[in-house]
Structures are given as structure tokens and as C-alpha cells.
């Protein structure tokens, strides 16, 4: 079964970047991987994914701010933040999905798709 463990996650001014990392017990090369993020009082949304071929998607809050990435020798999954904004304060999670091609189809950051999650990493930015 997957484990996902997110670190890396803290507290930063606006403008500030951070870079987030999740370490995972599956081969990170043949799941589609995303990073999601909830803010108190919302729903959970998608901010990045990126597939087994290494293709990448984005939500648009965070494009040309946001990175993802993966070091499939390392099991190791990425996320490179910039630019940072008080709206990015949020728990995030790394989760794999074991359907490959989710970013192709367009549905890279739709939360359901996944089948393993990790416990969430705090990212506070204050203005």
C-alpha cells in the first residue's frame, strides 16, 4: 500500500518561496502524482500534477509560480513554490494516482482520481 509522507512546509512572507517534497513508498515512474491544497473553510482543490510520462498540469492560481516535479530514483515528488501569496496559506498534500494519463485526459488535478494521500504539510504566508 502507499505511503505518502509530505515535509518542507512553513511559515514565509509574501513573495517568499518554499519548495515542498513527499517521499513515497510506491515507484512515484508509473503513477500519476499531484499536490492539492486545502485553505481553512474550503474544499480541497488540485494545484499541480504530473504524470508518468512527465507531463504537467496546473491549476491557474498557480501557474508560472508553481513547479512540479519527481526524482523517480528517489521515489520523491516536488513541489517548488515562488512568488508566494497570502491566498496560498493552506495544508498541503501530496497524493498518486495508480491510472496513468489522468493529465492527458485533462483531469490531472481532480482530486477523486487518486487512490493514496499523505497527512498534509502547514504552508502559512503572511503579507
Known amino acids: 500500500q502507499g505511503q505518502l509522507v509530505e515535509s518542507g512546509g512553513g511559515s514565509v512572507q509574501a513573495g517568499g518561496s518554499l519548495r515542498l517534497s513527499c517521499a513515497a513508498s510506491?515507484?512515484?515512474?508509473?503513477?500519476?502524482m499531484g499536490w492539492f491544497r486545502q485553505a481553512p473553510g474550503k474544499e480541497r482543490e488540485g494545484g499541480a500534477a504530473i504524470d508518468s510520462d512527465g507531463s504537467t498540469a496546473y491549476a491557474d492560481s498557480v501557474k508560472g509560480r508553481f513547479t512540479i516535479s519527481k526524482d523517480s530514483a528517489k521515489n520523491a515528488l516536488y513541489l517548488q513554490m515562488n512568488s508566494l501569496k497570502p491566498e496560498d496559506t493552506a495544508m498541503y498534500y501530496c497524493?498518486?494516482?495508480?491510472?496513468?494519463?489522468?493529465?492527458?485526459?485533462?483531469?490531472?488535478?481532480?482530486?477523486?482520481?487518486?487512490?493514496?494521500w499523505g497527512q498534509g504539510t502547514q504552508v502559512t504566508v503572511s503579507s
Open positions: 510506491l515507484y512515484t515512474s508509473t503513477y500519476c
Open positions: 497524493a498518486a494516482s495508480y491510472v496513468s494519463g489522468l493529465v492527458k485526459d485533462g483531469i490531472g488535478l481532480r482530486q477523486w482520481e487518486y487512490n493514496y
